[in-house]
């Protein structure tokens, strides 16, 4: 499967390059600080968007240990996709003493306003307009195919100076929603008023689950929770996340006796392959969208005592190994079971 990006405007020009170079708005050439948020929100005040996901991609603690392990231009293009941001972040790493902090903000903004919203020097919206002074193009920006150029890719196998993609999906969303059969799209579940949410919005995601449920009889120990409604597996997205069901015999969750993980696992391609350098999906245990209940049964552990949690991990170190920056699961549900 070919890596998925199509969103366009009118124009036809493509809104994100693959990933292979970075974003021109058509507005580098005028006054730099009209690539800030700040200048977005000075007319649009009911906008806050530094509260959403996106405005993380690039100060992320997990991306920044992940880009000083492989530094590439390929991240970059993602994680601060403005040609402008990609040129700052050169300048830093150069030590180069002429970066204001004007610069430095644009940089941590990661994916901004005008990273979705500009191409051309113009707006990208729902339909052809004129509002103030913005010309506003038609886009697909309100629709699942949008949302597709960032999060239906696969793994870039590197080159020299060049970038390649596989075969095997790195992030598989989009087309795990095409096969949910889920009308819903997108941004009708992860969209409100310009803010984002997902699994890092911990108050949202832990309202996605409910009905948790334990039972023991002699032998066997019983544990039941319901899912809501989505349209994509679980976990989704970036690699090396998962959700587990742990029993331990403390409730520091340090001695883990038993454990059922939803996650994906990758491997590299074999030597002998022609995408030697790229890797490939080997175990995929992550929930299907269908799947909106879950029950478990074990053998009951015969010592005392026992506790059990639901968890999502944002890294899962039996994934990924350790991180210097591992954030703390997000316990979704924490119970003595006797």
């Known amino acids: 499967m070919l890596p998925f990006f199509i969103g366009h405007c009118n124009q ?5 390059p693959n990933g292979l170079e970075p974003v021109a708005t058509g507005w580098e050439t005028k006054n730099p600080n009209l690539l800030l948020n700040s200048s977005c929100i000075s007319c649009h005040k009911d ?5 959403d996901r996106h405005s993380y991609s690039w100060k992320s603690d997990l991306f920044q240990e992940a880009l000083k392990i492989e530094n590439r231009e390929w991240c970059v293009h993602c994680h601060a996709p403005l040609s402008k941001q990609k040129e700052i972040y050169y300048r830093k790493i150069k030590n180069e003493n002429n970066i204001s902090q004007s610069d430095l903000h644009l940089l941590n903004e990661g994916i901004n306003c005008v990273s979705c919203h500009v191409r ?3 707006i990208l919206g729902y339909q052809k307009r004129t509002i ?12 699942p195919e949008f949302c597709a150029n960032c999060h239906q890719f696969n793994f870039p196998i590197f080159k020299d100076d060049k970038i390649i993609y596989s075969n095997h999906p790195m992030q598989n969303t989009y087309e795990e929603w095409k096969s949910s059969g889920i009308e819903d799209s997108c941004q009708s579940c ?7 949410v997902g699994p890092n919005n911990r108050e949202w995601f832990s309202d996605q689950f409910y009905d948790f449920a334990i039972d023991t009889s002699e032998e066997e120990l019983s544990l039941t929770f319901k899912m809501t409604t989505r349209g994509h597996n679980l976990p989704s997205g970036d690699l090396f996340r998962s959700l587990v069901l742990e029993i331990s015999k403390d409730s520091k969750f340090q001695s883990i006796i038993i454990s059922k993980r939803w996650s994906r ?5 074999e030597k002998n392959s022609k995408e030697s350098f790229g890797k490939k999906l080997s175990i995929d245990t992550s929930l299907l969208a269908s799947k909106k209940k879950i029950q478990l049964i074990f053998d009951k552990p015969f010592i005392s005592p026992i506790f059990v949690r639901l968890a999502y991990y944002y890294h899962d170190p039996v994934l990924a190994g350790k991180s210097n920056v591992n954030p703390s699961p997000l316990v979704l549900f924490k119970q003595k079971i006797y």
């Open 132 to 143: 103030g002074n913005h010309e506003v193009v038609e886009s697909n920006i309100g629709k």
């Open 47 to 51: 906008i806050k968007p530094h509260e």
């Open 12 to 16: 036809n020009q493509p809104v994100f």
């Open 120 to 122: 051309n020097g113009k």
């Open 190 to 196: 992860h969209y409100s008023n310009h803010k984002l």
């Open 265 to 269: 696992k990758y491997e590299l391609m």
